[in-house]
């Protein structure tokens, strides 16, 4: 993003506007050429920490970096000019204290460029949530199934059944309060996920979640179905890139083993005939 970009990019405001609306459209990208593809269709484009599993191999996000988020997170910046940008704060930046996540949420936002940053945690955040807006630092909240918290919650569970409805409605409801623009609701079961969204005065952004939400948000890769092993109950996949990639790599393979790539048309002649290059 450009200060000379004649496009005006998605701020806050016009997201928290969005409540009740038309359905607001978010999906990680990780890299600039992906953020290129989303940036044209989507109000908010994620850097998640997701990226650990998703780009880095990493069995969890625990093991994701602030240096990670500022690498991807500036990659990001410079395919987006339009949607609103959006970055994760990775495991261990924000938790301490209201002064340590001031600390590398400034960081991230002065270093990426990005609008606004992501934590996880419902009321026991909340404090923090406010310590930052009040500074001016935008903040989109994660509650229900908070996958830094994966070993606290005894795996990538649904969160919020039964008795557990009231804990996920007061998160929901103490990050808004703070002040945060707008929070994600991760594996909450439906009707839970429309009272809450009836309930808060922010956008609810539901994965695996409900249609009611405000707006839905996606992994990019899991969307385009690039893992062929992965197949979340909560993902559809508008894409089998996963097995275009593979074809195309056997293909190649194939071709390379019976010198039949490169052809005449991919190598460069001794000699120039007319304007050839
Ligand atoms: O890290 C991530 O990609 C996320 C989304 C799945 C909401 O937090």
């Known amino acids: 993003m450009s200060v000379n970009s004649p496009v005006r ?25 992906m953020a290129r593809l989303v940036d044209a269709h989507c109000d908010i484009t994620l850097v998640g ?7 880095h191999g990493l069995p969890t996000t625990l093991g994701v970096t ?3 988020m500022i690498l991807h997170g500036k990659a990001v910046a410079r395919g987006t000019s339009r949607a609103m940008l959006v970055i994760d704060m990775p495991f261990g930046s924000y938790e301490e ?4 996540a001031f600390a590398n949420a400034r960081r991230l936002m002065a270093e990426t460029g990005c609008a606004a940053v992501k934590l996880e945690g419902g009321r026991h955040m909340a404090g923090t949530i406010r310590f930052l807006v009040e500074r001016g630092i935008p903040v989109m909240a994660h509650v229900g199934l908070t996958p830094q918290a994966v070993n606290a919650l005894g795996g990538y569970k649904v969160q919020g059944r039964g008795a557990d409805a009231d804990r996920v409605m007061e998160d929901a409801i103490a990050v808004a309060e703070a002040g945060a623009f707008s929070v994600v609701l991760e594996k909450v079961p439906d009707g839970l996920s429309q009272r809450i969204t009836q309930r808060v005065a922010i956008p609810t952004i539901g994965i695996g979640a409900s249609a009611h939400c405000d707006g839905q948000v996606l992994v990019l890769d899991d969307m385009l179905g690039l ?30 083993r019976a010198r039949r790539f490169p052809a005449s048309e991919h190598v460069f002649p001794d000699e120039l005939k007319g304007k050839q290059p």
Do not use: H, N
Not at 19 to 31: D, F, H, I, N, S
């Open 66 to 68: 602030m240096e990670m």
């Open 97 to 100: 204290s209201p002064a340590q």
């Open 49 to 55: 920490d997701s990226l650990g599993m998703v780009v």
């Open 9 to 33: 990019p998605v701020m806050a405001a016009d997201i928290l506007a969005r409540k009740g609306g038309e359905p607001l459209v978010c999906l990680t990208a990780y890299t600039t050429p």
């Open 227 to 256: 893992f062929t092993d992965f197949r979340p109950k909560f993902v559809k996949r508008y894409g089998e890139l996963g097995t275009a990639a593979d074809e195309a790599i056997a293909a190649y393979a194939a071709e390379v």
